[in-house]
């Protein structure tokens, strides 16, 4: 088979890998009955191996690999892989079981299931349905397997008929049973009959699925990529039960809170030629203006980019309702009684006023500045050419009222100047005014703080450069919004109130030079040490392929709350690589030829 890359570790060295074809896309999770309360999904070894080869990093391990001493690959790699492969080897043969059944049953997707409670099943309905498609032999050697040992403690497995269904049966004394069910592309292991006879009436279309009765579907067809882990929890019931027993206001301050039915929890990850795509999404169904989500209700407005460089690599916006939030809290108080209400409101103004007056101001004040400001903050950080890329830091903050802002901003400035005896200056670019204040740190960064109203914002700067940099950006091509990977992230990311944007491959392209310069000279000075020089290290090119854009957003809605990230950085990366690391294992447990390389 053709050999292709692999990244397997964070540390100095890394393992290739040879390409398999891609599993077909399980369907597992839609056998499961929509009366089951949770699910746990594998993708199993065969489709983390799929994944890896699709990742970024790829093409630059490969590289890597041809450029490393045939020794030292067999000194840091190979002595590794051999000894873990010969201690599940000997640990597998003692229970009579072969390596490359195991390393077949691991390569097939898993799905396990929870239902409802069986009494002869002692607990919980648990199955494990496992799609053995090509793997089916092994998994059968393996149940076979399974059975002897069984046998050898007097256990023997039956075949039984439960509602047109053959089902092989272990009974264990003092134990559940096991059964288990041969559905053709897969098989099913329970302890119920009850939940089995659901998985069959799901596959024969006479049930609901859990994906088409729940938030598991829609979650994850969020994901990008290949699946690899996943799991989901089902309150959507459970919520439903307590309904009829809760108290009449309880609509009424479930809409206040913004929290009303429960309809489940959903965690997956996956991976493929974008890197890793993660996303967390907590059903909660409620008024989006309730207290716990009109802080989050708006969406983020990313039109701040088209102030900020070409060469940023790192882009965050956060758009909070603070001046909604208070409403809400206002709203919620009026629902309590009339006395408990009363209490409260006091309670909160006592305890907030005696803080604000420690701080030497008063609740009318801070009310007066949170209006003054707007509910959105970005945020950029770019490196600009030089000898040695430059770290700007951009701030833009939203402003409704800049006469009460730059009155603020006024009294803090004097209040520095007082403390420090640091001099603010003044410098017009155009109709505006940045005020800066030039700061020495220890005699090695020289940098200027600054500051300036524009545009119906407060621009906070790392340096004067900067503010004037973005003030007078007036060719939209040289802004950030120009660029390709913004325009994508702005269309995956509607709707989000917080997003950040790490663009690493820019950081790669500003700052390679200086890598070349520092690193490489000591990557040869060590190659007799460490086992290869600078000639096996990838290239700018190869490095900011590799490490790409990430991006990280953050959803609230009627519905509930999201968190999604996809990127070169994401966790399914790294767990794409384990599973390879598993798969190389087990290759070599079996004897089989090392398939890296």
């Given at each position: 088979m053709k050999t292709k890359a692999l990244q397997l570790s964070s540390l100095a060295f890394a393992l290739g890998l040879s390409a398999q074809a891609p599993p077909g896309p399980p369907v597992l999770e839609d056998l499961l009955p929509a009366s089951s309360f949770a699910s746990l999904r594998f993708g199993g070894l065969d489709a983390f191996v799929a994944a890896a080869q699709q990742l970024p990093a790829a093409g630059v391990i490969e590289r890597f690999l041809t450029h490393v001493p045939a020794d030292t690959r067999a000194r840091f790699v190979d002595r590794w892989f051999d000894d873990a492969a010969q201690h599940v080897r000997q640990l597998l043969q003692r229970q009579g079981i072969a390596p490359s059944d195991v390393r077949e049953l691991l390569g097939c997707p898993h799905v396990l299931g929870i239902g409802r409670p069986t009494i002869t099943g002692m607990g919980p309905s648990v199955a494990l349905l496992i799609e053995t498609g090509n793997h089916h032999a092994a998994v059968e050697r393996l149940l076979a397997a399974l059975e002897a040992i069984a046998a050898r403690q007097g256990v023997a497995a039956e075949v039984?008929?439960?509602?047109?269904?053959?089902?092989?049966?272990?009974?264990?004394?003092?134990?559940?049973?096991?059964?288990?069910?041969?559905?053709?592309?897969?098989?099913?292991?329970?302890?119920?009959?009850?939940?089995?006879?659901?998985?069959?009436?799901?596959?024969?279309?006479?049930?609901?699925?859990?994906?088409?009765?729940?938030?598991?579907?829609?979650?994850?067809?969020?994901?990008?990529?290949?699946?690899?882990?996943?799991?989901?929890?089902?309150?959507?019931?459970?919520?439903?039960?307590?309904?009829?027993?809760?108290?009449?206001?309880?609509?009424?301050?479930?809409?206040?809170?913004?929290?009303?039915?429960?309809?489940?929890?959903?965690?997956?990850?996956?991976?493929?030629?974008?890197?890793?795509?993660?996303?967390?999404?907590?059903?909660?169904?409620?008024?989006?203006?309730?207290?716990?989500?009109?802080?989050?209700?708006?969406?983020?407005?990313?039109?701040?980019?088209?102030?900020?460089?070409?060469?940023?690599?790192?882009?965050?916006?956060?758009?909070?309702?603070?001046?909604?939030?208070?409403?809400?809290?206002?709203?919620?108080?009026?629902?309590?009684?009339?006395?408990?209400?009363?209490?409260?409101?006091?309670?909160?103004?006592?305890?907030?006023?005696?803080?604000?007056?420690?701080?030497?101001t008063s609740p009318e004040e801070v009310h007066g500045l949170i209006n003054a400001f707007g509910d959105q903050v970005t945020a950029a950080l770019s490196l600009e050419q030089g000898a040695l890329p430059k770290p700007e830091l951009l701030v833009r903050i939203e402003v409704r009222d800049a006469p009460r802002v730059a009155a603020l901003l006024q009294r803090l400035t004097a209040m520095v100047a007082d403390e420090t005896g640091l001099e603010w200056k003044q410098r017009k670019v155009d109709e505006n005014v940045v005020h800066f204040v030039n700061v020495d740190v220890e005699q090695r960064f020289k940098l200027s703080p600054c500051w300036a109203l524009a545009d119906g914002a407060l621009l906070l700067g790392s340096d004067a450069a900067v503010l004037v940099r973005a003030l007078r950006l007036d060719d939209p091509e040289d802004s950030l919004a120009a660029q390709e990977d913004f325009r994508t992230l702005a269309?995956?990311?509607?709707?989000?109130?917080?997003?950040?944007?790490?663009?690493?491959?820019?950081?790669?392209?500003?700052?390679?030079?200086?890598?070349?310069?520092?690193?490489?000279?000591?990557?040869?000075?060590?190659?007799?040490?460490?086992?290869?020089?600078?000639?096996?290290?990838?290239?700018?090119?190869?490095?900011?392929?590799?490490?790409?854009?990430?991006?990280?957003?953050?959803?609230?809605?009627?519905?509930?709350?999201?968190?999604?990230?996809?990127?070169?950085?994401?966790?399914?990366?790294?767990?794409?690589?384990?599973?390879?690391?598993?798969?190389?294992?087990?290759?070599?447990?079996?004897?089989?030829?090392?398939?890296?390389?």
């Open positions: 039984e008929r439960h509602s047109k269904l053959d089902i092989r049966t272990w009974r264990i004394a003092g134990g559940p049973p096991i059964h288990v069910f041969d559905l053709g592309h897969a098989l099913a292991i329970s302890n119920s009959i009850g939940y089995l006879t659901d998985i069959a009436a799901v596959l024969g279309g006479e049930q609901p699925s859990l994906a088409a009765g729940s938030l598991l579907g829609a979650a994850r067809a969020r994901l990008a990529g290949t699946v690899l882990l996943s799991g989901f929890a089902n309150t959507q019931r459970l919520s439903a039960m307590l309904d009829p027993v809760l108290p009449y206001e309880a609509a009424d301050w479930g809409a206040a809170l913004g929290i009303g039915s429960l309809d489940g929890l959903y965690a997956g990850t996956a991976a493929g030629p974008e890197g890793g795509s993660e996303i967390l999404r907590l059903g909660v169904r409620g008024d989006a203006h309730g207290l716990f989500k009109v802080a989050l209700s708006k969406p983020v407005d990313l039109g701040a980019a088209r102030i900020c460089s070409a060469n940023t690599v790192a882009f965050g916006a956060l758009r909070l309702d603070a001046a909604g939030l208070i409403g809400a809290v206002d709203h919620f108080l009026d629902l309590l009684p009339a006395e408990t209400g009363s209490r409260v409101r006091q309670q909160l103004q006592r305890e907030l006023g005696r803080g604000l007056r420690r701080a030497g269309t995956n990311t509607q709707g989000a109130f917080g997003v950040l944007h790490l663009r690493l491959f820019r950081g790669v392209d500003l700052a390679w030079r200086t890598v070349e310069t520092m690193v490489f000279p000591q990557v040869d000075a060590h190659a007799d040490d460490i086992g290869f020089d600078s000639s096996a290290l990838p290239d700018s090119e190869a490095m900011g392929a590799l490490l790409d854009t990430s991006t990280v957003a953050a959803f609230a809605d009627e519905s509930g709350y999201s968190l999604e990230s996809r990127g070169a950085l994401g966790s399914g990366a790294w767990l794409a690589a384990i599973g390879v690391i598993a798969d190389e294992v087990l290759a070599r447990a079996a004897k089989t030829p090392p398939r890296i390389y």
